[in-house]
């Protein structure tokens, strides 16, 4: 039922962003279908999003005796590129909506997570990626931010591994403090 249902919703995507070119020619007519067919996508996407099994990646692989300690979250104004360009052209053409799904997907369906045995990193919605460093393995800490970053609180914590891994944390809210979080564990282990 979630392959039908997530194939009819890429045909209906495809179908907006196709056909918009045909209507742009007799735009006072045809904006009204245009926004219609927008609201009846926006409405099958979220009816898809949430019938997608949303337990949480981190909670499904925790071992015996891990417990996550703090989880961090990626923020809403990190993406805020995807979200002008999506209401631009939303309100321009109506195929903005592939941003904006975009930028959801991106915030809602990352998890990032301490336990008190590893580091854990969850990416995607329908292709996903995943990073596991235990602690005894991480070395070092890099906060990256921009200066848009510092000021809405956001940014990229780089965590250094044994040898050459580096391994970018994109993204996430607070991260000074997860960067807090991370070193207290380490040194009360």
């Known amino acids: 039922m979630k ?12 179908d907006v ?3 918009t070119k045909q209507y742009l020619k007799k735009y006072y007519l045809y904006r009204l279908r245009i926004l219609s067919r927008i609201k009846k996508l926006v409405i099958f996407s979220v009816l898809v999003v949430v ?16 417990v996550v300690v703090q989880k961090a979250k990626v923020s809403w104004w990190s993406q805020d ?7 631009i052209l939303l309100l321009a053409y109506g195929i903005g909506l592939i941003f904006l799904i975009a930028a959801y997907i991106n915030v809602t369906h990352t998890e990032i997570a301490l336990t008190n ?7 995607g919605f329908i292709k996903r990626d995943t990073v596991e460093l235990n602690l005894s ?11 848009t970053g510092r000021l809405l609180n956001y940014g990229t914590l780089i965590v250094s591994g044994t040898g050459e891994l580096k391994t970018p944390l994109p993204s996430i809210s607070e991260p000074m403090e997860f960067k807090k979080a991370i070193n ?3 040194e009360n282990r």
Do not use: P
Request: proline residues 0%.
């Open 3 to 14: 392959i039908i249902c997530t194939l009819y919703f890429y045909y209906q995507l495809y």
């Open 17 to 19: 962003v196709f056909s």
């Open 51 to 66: 019938d997608v099994d949303m337990t949480s990646y981190i909670d499904n692989n925790l071992t015996n005796g891990e």
């Open 81 to 87: 590129k995807l979200i002008f360009l999506g209401i």
């Open 117 to 123: 045995k590893r580091l854990i990193m969850k990416k």
């Open 137 to 147: 393995k991480i070395e070092g800490l890099v906060v990256k931010q921009s200066m």
């Open 184 to 186: 207290e564990y380490l």
